[in-house]
């Protein structure tokens, strides 16, 4: 066996995971002349476009948005062929980004990171794979994913059956025949809207178990137009800035980028407010986000648009009683994540789909041959869990990270995230975390985000290597007001009323706090700038022993 000798092992920095995130600090790493090792337990890079292959898996915001900014070359030369991209589409772009870049040659697959360890007298982290490697660097980026640990199942019988069983989060790379089987898909979240009206077309009969009803906007996707390719390509610099000013870092509506309204809902009239509803059902897409100010934080405001959604599905189904179920009324539109579907509501309009309402009585039990629900055996082939993700911390929390005097992250996260910037925890120097808690990542469209993000550790780590010694970390001071921060934009939101990822509701166990900061990516950035600006405040340097003054104040809020 080949023994690698350790010198070969010790990089400037180790990331881990080789989604959007990881690949671009990857790319800055090269340009900024470290050494890098990239590590991802998958079999091939792509993050959540790698596990998450289902039938119907796409993005739901627009392509020319949804993908890396930093290349103009790159966002000039790669042409998406629908407006909202496939996951295989994705997949072919980010591994043609990989070949471009020549990223591929500091990729290590199939390598699971089970814990990463700091070494205060050296000032480096060890990093060790699941068969015992390791590895040592200063810096460690953890591009690990806000949703890439799928949830593992509380249902009683969980692994009884003896069907086949899929998870949409680890769906396989064999093709998965529905044909002639009976099919049940539980969950009603973003993935299983994009995958039953695939599943439905085959199936013999499909049966679908919803705990809780979800919003969804039609996507109205279709093939990518040349005349329309040739606009926006025309037009990407104002695109990309445009998008860098706003709320969620996309802000096409049906195709042409609009500034987000800047004003009430309540503050006009009621016509006025369902034109402009009407024209955004029809663009289609997640762009109710880039609509009136208020609709997460004012109740009023926000149930104009609720009614008018609920209105909207229950045209689309032709049972009113099902329509009853399919229609969301526990929690406000936008209190979860906004799903965008392809014909998800009509596909209940089929003779060979049910809809089990699992509020009028839960799953008791999976067994050998199905699901009981009410004391009925309902008999199945093969069982779907499109059941989400520990999101946001799960990926992280599941490797064994220890900084400063032997700490445990997930002790000290133990009653929820507490970082500044959603970038960096006190104690763990040198530890970047992307797409984080506390960062506007899991809210806003992810690649500008992770752009973002990415580009400040670069900063940071540059910094770094100018002082005595190579260490960023946050001060313990603007770790508590930046938690501070978050959780009092959070008050006034109406993200609380929704059970869901966001909150950590969807755990059990899983402290509930808000995971995001909710005032938006362009508050965000301008927030980090500031940061900037100050010389970094917030942050302390290898040559820099005591944290600075002040910093409650700049993040009062
Ligand atoms: O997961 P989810 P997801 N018994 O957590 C139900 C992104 N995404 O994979 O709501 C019965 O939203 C659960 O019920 P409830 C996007 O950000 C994007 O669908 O907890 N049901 C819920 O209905 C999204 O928000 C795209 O009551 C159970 C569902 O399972 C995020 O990923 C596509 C259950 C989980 O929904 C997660 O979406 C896909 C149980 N024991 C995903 N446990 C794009 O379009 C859970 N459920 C880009």
């Not at 900024?32 to 596990?51: E, K, P, S």
């Not at 059956?161 to 969950?187: L, M």
């Not at 039990?365 to 911390?393: H, K, P, Q, S, Y």
Request: glycine share 8%.
């Amino acid at each position: 066996m080949l023994t690698i000798a350790k010198e070969e092992q010790r990089y400037d920095m180790v990331i881990v995971g080789a989604g959007v995130a990881g690949l671009y600090m990857l790319y800055r790493a090269m340009k900024a002349g470290l050494t890098a090792r990239l590590f991802d337990a998958a079999g091939g890079i792509g993050g959540t476009w790698y596990w998450n292959r289902y039938p119907g898996a796409r993005v739901d915001i627009e392509s020319f948005e949804y993908s890396y900014s930093f290349s103009d070359e790159l966002q000039q030369e790669w042409q998406w062929s629908e407006r909202y991209a496939s996951q295989p589409e994705l997949l072919r772009y980010l591994d043609h980004v990989a070949q471009r870049f020549a990223l591929h040659e500091h990729i290590q697959l199939d390598t699971r990171i089970d814990s990463v360890v700091f070494d205060e007298a050296r000032a480096e982290w060890t990093v060790e794979t699941q068969t015992g490697e390791t590895f040592q660097a200063c810096f460690c980026v953890m591009a690990t994913g806000c949703l890439s640990a799928p949830k593992v199942p509380d249902i009683p019988g969980y692994g009884r059956f003896a069907g086949e069983s899929h998870f949409t989060s680890r769906w396989p790379h064999e093709a998965i025949e529905f044909a002639g089987k009976r099919v049940g898909v539980i969950g009603t979240g973003s993935s299983a809207i994009q995958l039953v009206p695939v599943v439905a077309q085959s199936a013999s009969h499909l049966t679908v178990f919803q705990r809780t009803p979800n919003y969804s906007i039609p996507l109205r996707n279709r093939p990518m137009d040349a005349a329309y390719e040739k606009h926006m390509k025309a037009n990407y610099a104002a695109l990309r800035d445009m998008e860098w000013r706003s709320f969620g870092g996309f802000v096409c509506v049906g195709g042409e980028p609009r500034q987000p309204l800047q004003c009430s809902a309540l503050s006009v009239s009621t016509d006025e407010r369902r034109r402009e509803y009407e024209a955004r059902w029809e663009a289609g897409g997640l762009c109710y986000y880039t609509s009136y100010s208020d609709l997460l934080t004012n109740d009023e405001a926000n149930a104009t648009l609720s009614e008018f959604v609920r209105a909207k599905i229950r045209e689309k189904i032709n049972d009113p009683a099902i329509a009853d179920k399919l229609v969301p009324r526990d929690h406000p539109i936008l209190a979860k994540r906004l799903c965008a579907d392809s014909g998800y509501f009509e596909t209940f309009n089929r003779d060979n789909v049910s809809l089990v309402d699992l509020r009028e009585g839960p799953i008791e039990a999976m067994t050998e041959r199905g699901i009981v629900v009410g004391g009925v055996e309902i008999e199945l082939d093969m069982i779907v869990f499109a059941t989400g993700f520990d999101a946001v911390t799960g990926a992280l929390l599941n490797i064994d990270v220890r900084g400063r005097h032997g700490q445990s992250l997930r002790t000290a996260w133990h009653e929820g995230p507490q970082t500044y910037l959603g970038l960096m925890s006190a104690d763990f120097p040198n530890l970047f975390n992307i797409a984080g808690p506390g960062s506007t990542a899991s809210l806003s469209s992810a690649i500008p985000c992770d752009e973002h993000q990415v580009d400040l550790v670069a900063k940071l780590v540059e910094r770094a290597r100018r002082a005595r010694r190579p260490v960023v970390e946050p001060t313990h001071a603007a770790q508590a007001a930046w938690t501070t921060r978050i959780l009092a934009i959070a008050e006034g939101s109406l993200i609380h009323r929704g059970n869901s990822w966001y909150v950590g509701a969807n755990v059990p166990g899983k402290p509930r706090v808000v995971l995001l900061d909710l005032e938006g990516f362009d508050s965000y950035m301008a927030f980090c700038d500031g940061v900037l600006a100050r010389d970094y405040e917030g942050f302390v340097f290898g040559e820099v022993e005591a944290p600075k003054v002040g910093i409650e104040k700049l993040v009062a809020v």
